[in-house]
């Protein structure tokens, strides 16, 4: 068979396929990693600042696969018997032994002064309720605010909880900074995914006009002899 028996459009109608099933594999992965796994959560109080006040957004990488002291945190506050997601900073996890003693300048971490430049005003004594020292349990994070002088954090559980501490299990993710490049990455394919759909749409139109009007075009008259 030659050139000429194969259907008007049909390159064009392969190549739409490849370029819609292409848009949409890098619209899908761009959403799905960008945004579903890696979600923008609005801080509703100032508990966080200086790293976030009141209304700002934080990105959280609902992927991650551990935690480690000084990772700010989402997870869920049933541990401290409260039906709702919080944004809290891990001090000390399982195995450490955090403590204050009142008219310190600091916290102790595994009788070491802990250094917390994140800290509002330098002051990561803030508002604490009294002194405490927290032996933490084996798979439990000691959690607290970064504007010490204004958070209902791990200080003021422990009635609640063990040692004021929430449950590794109970974390939903971590902090990522919205600038990263995986992050930047992952949104930005949504938008050049959806180019490229809209590409394989007008590639598709185009190949289904050619067959339209090779069907339409008029054939050789039946009988007719050349030449008469």
């Not at 370029?19 to 923008?40: A, C, D, I, K, N």
């Not at 933490?136 to 209902?152: K, M, T």
């Amino acid at each position: 068979m030659g050139t000429q028996s194969r259907r008007p459009g049909r390159r064009r109608g392969v190549a739409a396929v490849a370029l819609l099933v292409l848009g949409g594999v890098v619209s899908g992965v761009g959403g799905l990693g960008g945004y579903f796994f890696m979600p923008t959560r609005v801080i509703p109080s100032d508990h966080m600042q200086p790293t976030r006040s009141a209304g700002g957004s934080m990105v959280f990488n609902l992927l991650t696969t551990g935690v480690d002291r000084g990772d700010v945190v989402l997870f869920d506050a049933a541990a401290w018997g409260e039906r709702h997601l919080s944004v809290e900073r891990v001090i000390a996890v399982g195995g450490d032994r955090i403590a204050y003693t009142p008219g310190e300048r600091t916290l102790t971490l595994n009788g070491r002064p802990l250094d917390e430049p994140y800290v509002l005003n330098g002051d990561p004594v803030a508002g604490s309720p009294g002194a405490f020292d927290v032996t933490v349990p084996p798979g439990r994070l000691f959690v607290l605010g970064d504007n010490r002088g204004n958070s209902a954090d791990s200080r003021y559980r422990f009635e609640k909880a063990e040692g004021g501490t929430v449950p590794l299990s109970a974390v939903k993710g971590t902090f990522i900074d919205e600038d990263a490049p995986l992050v930047v990455g992952l949104r930005s394919a949504v938008p050049v995914g959806g180019v490229v759909l809209c590409a394989g749409a007008v590639v598709g139109i185009g190949a289904l006009r050619l067959r339209r009007r090779a069907v339409t075009a008029p054939g050789p008259t039946a009988g007719a002899v050349p030449g008469v």
